[in-house]
């Protein structure tokens, strides 16, 4: 088992814990941000972080005081220690006179592209869509054109192109607190029209996997590695007590990744800690962002919690496939 990319020289690990038989574990000193590392913060949640310089940096859901949403940049040394600015990203409008945009900005996605750095975040242009932008630097942020019409959630570009396009999922929703959702996948020749939509992952029947029976959207942005994509996603039941989020995972095929390998029927991590139990809105784990190390196999997944601070969870390469293998929803349904 091989992670195709580049190796990240100080990358956030903590070894598993002796004894412990899951193959994917929360950092000892959870949650790594905590909901007011900001003076102006209410909480931080759902945020995004890529390898740079000697660093990293990212690009965090800062939702403030007034329960407004926005997005702030923010740097670490060694990814478990934040700093975060106080005032949101400001974009600078790019080739285009006016911006499709709102003053909500929310659940962000980073990935790194021939040396350029992709934003993608919930956009309330006349309901929520996919904004897209671009930094090189961190210090000067460059808006798009949104992605695609409202309604839709969770965009996510994978980190390179494939047969010559640019590639996203995303979640088709509706205006609301959407109670339904699968994941397609849409192409792209320059970043600004997409079309050739198709169908990647739906819903799985209750009596399959009820942790994802209602609702699905993708993670992190795709980890390529030698058996195909690697997809960290979320999944949603609805119970007597609300929504529950939890994490799985899925393989699709590299060269078609609308062609799903494998599945996983049980989730990777479900709200059991009191920080993912409770806050703003409790019983969620949402993964936004990973960091996957090609040298040593070694991934660290973000994920928003409660909906109120940001926690990290280890797993390798070598674990994680061979699990989501040998778990394979599609294998239960032949």
């Known amino acids: ?60 859901r800062c939702d403030n ?3 407004q949403m926005n997005i702030h940049r923010g740097f670490s040394k060694d990814g478990l220690n934040w700093t975060i600015d106080e005032s949101p990203i400001t974009f600078v409008a790019h080739d285009f006179e006016t911006l499709a945009t709102s003053d909500y900005k929310y659940d962000p996605r980073v990935v790194e592209i021939n040396g350029r750095y992709y934003i993608q975040w919930c956009n309330g242009y006349h309901g929520p869509t996919i904004g897209l932008g671009y930094t090189d630097d961190f210090q000067t942020f460059y808006q798009m054109e949104n992605a695609f019409l409202p309604f839709n959630r969770n965009g996510v570009l994978f980190p390179r192109q494939i047969n010559s396009h640019y590639v996203m999922l995303s979640r088709p929703s509706d205006t609301g607190h959407t109670a339904f959702g699968d994941i397609f996948l849409s192409q792209s020749k320059d970043l600004i029209y997409w079309g ?36 960290i996603y979320h999944g949603v039941l609805r119970s007597c007590n609300g929504y529950h989020y939890s994490m799985g995972a899925a393989l699709l095929d590299l060269n078609d990744p609308s062609k799903v390998i494998a599945r996983s029927q049980d989730y990777l991590l479900a709200p059991y800690t009191d920080y993912e139990l409770n806050g703003d809105v409790s019983n969620v784990v949402f993964p936004c962002a990973a960091l996957a190390d090609s040298k040593t196999g070694k991934i660290a ?16 390469i070598d674990l994680i496939i061979p699990w989501l293998l040998g778990n394979n929803l599609l294998d239960k349904n032949k």
Request: hydrophobic share 40%; proline share 8%; net charge positive.
């Open 1 to 60: 088992m091989k992670i195709i990319g580049k190796p990240i020289a100080n990358m956030p690990w903590e070894d598993r814990p002796q004894g412990f038989e899951e193959i994917i574990w929360r950092y000892s000193k959870n949650p790594i941000i905590p909901r007011n590392l900001i003076k102006s913060s209410n909480s931080i949640f759902n945020s995004a972080v890529v390898p740079f310089k000697d660093g990293f940096a990212g690009v965090f």
């Open 65 to 67: 005081r007034a329960r």
């Open 196 to 231: 050739k939509h198709r169908f990647v992952l739906g819903v799985a029947p209750f009596e399959d996997s009820a942790w994802q029976c209602l609702k699905i959207g993708a993670g992190p942005s795709p980890i390529e590695t030698d058996q195909g994509w690697l997809l």
């Open 301 to 316: 997944i973000y994920y928003g919690a409660a909906d109120t601070v940001t926690g990290v969870a280890f797993t390798t």
